[in-house]
């Protein structure tokens, strides 16, 4: 199938804003999703945006979504070290019946 | 709401021999989904289930199996187990679809296959 593209690594210091970008590639997705995923741990839903808004924010989370360009950003504002964890944006796909990821985005937080 | 429950949390199987995950979801939720997580592929989807019904299946070949009873728990199968077998598997639940609703995670079983 097609992909979800994820830059793979992000580093940043405590306190200081995070963007991490995806490109997705079903432009008929309803929902667009972030997750999160700590060592052993399962997939946390950190956020989504339905298909026909351009930004979502809740509390430091802020999800952008440019439709022409099937490019979707999180924003983390000041970030903390338990944010450190792995990243995925998620697709729903074709079918309607399956969510696509991307391979995830592995965040460091530096104090 | 209790969330989406896995079990077990962890196995421990030899190749040529078979499991069984189950998954109970989120109550109320009627779709069951299954993905498989590997380092290498990331995650991949298995299928996902309806009212007893499989809607949708991925590239798996047929030793993956799964089904869903009345009351919306699910179960997947992998026969004849092979060392590629070894994968975090992930079961998410959502109200009618991941297409329409949020899609809610479970811990995950941690198979490893010696």
């Known amino acids: 199938g097609e992909d979800v593209e994820q830059s793979l690594f992000l580093s940043v210091r405590e306190g200081d804003s995070s963007v991490i970008n995806c490109t997705y590639t079903?432009?008929?997705?309803?929902?667009l999703y972030w997750y999160k995923q700590e060592p052993g741990a399962g997939l946390q839903l950190l956020t989504y945006?339905?298909?026909?808004?351009d930004m979502k924010q809740d509390q430091r989370l802020t999800v952008l979504l440019n439709k022409k360009d099937k490019h979707l950003s999180l924003r983390i504002a000041d970030t903390q070290t338990g944010d450190s964890a792995i990243y995925f944006c998620?697709?729903?796909?074709?079918?309607?019946?399956?969510?696509?990821f991307g391979k995830g985005t592995s965040l460091l937080v530096t104090p | 709401k209790a969330g989406v429950t896995q079990t077990p949390r962890y196995l421990i199987k030899t190749r040529g021999q078979q499991v069984t995950l189950s998954c109970s979801p989120i109550?109320?939720?009627?779709?069951v989904s299954w993905y498989q997580q590997t380092p290498g592929q990331g995650l991949q989807f298995l299928f996902e289930?309806?009212?007893?019904?499989?809607?949708n299946k991925g590239n798996f070949p047929g030793r993956f199996s799964g089904r869903q009873f009345s009351n919306s728990r699910s179960e997947m199968n992998v026969s004849t187990l092979e060392l590629g077998d070894s994968a975090l598997y992930l079961c998410?639940?959502?109200?009618?679809?991941?297409?329409?609703?949020?899609?809610?995670f479970g811990p995950g079983t941690r198979l490893t296959v010696l």
């Open positions: 998410a639940s959502s109200f009618r679809s991941p297409q329409l609703d949020t899609q809610y």
């Open positions: 079903d432009s008929s997705s309803t929902y």
């Open positions: 945006i339905f298909s026909n808004m």
């Open positions: 998620a697709e729903s796909a074709n079918s309607g019946y399956a969510l696509n």
């Open positions: 109550s109320g939720h009627r779709s």
């Open positions: 289930y309806f009212s007893e019904t499989q809607r």
